[in-house]
């Protein structure tokens, strides 16, 4: 039914309520090990990011030494360029085709949003800008959350509406193990 010429028209984005794509009681396979694999993951990701710093920080100290303590001036960028990296990292990793990071890929996990959609780049940053600022003030209780929930979503997914599963890979593998 069309609303009449003489009726204003609707504009905008559709408000209409989307379910949760994936399901943990019907699909047990794409929550399995998840935690595990999630805390892997992430150790793998902060050694990806630092490891660049470090050669960074390493590379202005001996600047510094090289231009008489001039370089070193260099270190108050250094945390700006150690934020630009990640969430440049964190974007496109996560706004890639496998919208997972590096160590998410190792550990075969992807992250998608909670109705189902693949992430793409600014979810990714801010995901990243989410999980730094709940882990620095609320880490016990972003941990108690996952123990809690059936979906095994931190707090930081809960507020951004993402998910993060095992990929498709790995879900048809333990599907296939799966007791009849």
């Not at 964190?90 to 085709?97: C, K, P």
Request: charged letters at 15%; aromatic letters at 14%.
């Amino acid at each position: 039914m069309t609303a009449p010429d003489n009726e204003p028209r609707r504009i905008g984005l559709d408000a209409e309520f989307k379910p949760h794509a994936y399901d943990p009681a019907t699909q047990p396979e794409l929550f399995e090990g998840v935690r595990t694999r999630r805390i892997v993951a992430c150790l793998i990701d902060v050694l990806i990011l630092a490891i660049p710093l470090a050669f960074l920080a390493l590379f202005i100290f001996m600047f510094g030494f090289v231009t008489f303590g001039l370089g070193w001036f260099l270190f108050l960028a250094f945390g700006p360029i150690a934020v630009i990296w990640a969430l440049l990292y964190y974007g496109f990793t996560f706004g890639s085709a496998a919208s997972a990071t590096f160590g998410m890929r190792a550990m075969d996990i992807e992250m998608r949003t909670w109705y189902g959609a693949p992430a793409y780049f600014v979810l990714g940053a801010v995901h990243a800008i989410g999980y730094w600022i709940s882990v620095s003030f609320l880490t016990p209780l972003v941990l108690l959350v996952a123990l809690v929930n059936d979906r095994k979503r931190l707090l930081h997914d809960m507020v951004l509406g993402t998910i993060v599963i095992n990929n498709a890979a790995r879900a048809s593998s333990l599907r296939a193990r799966r007791p009849l």
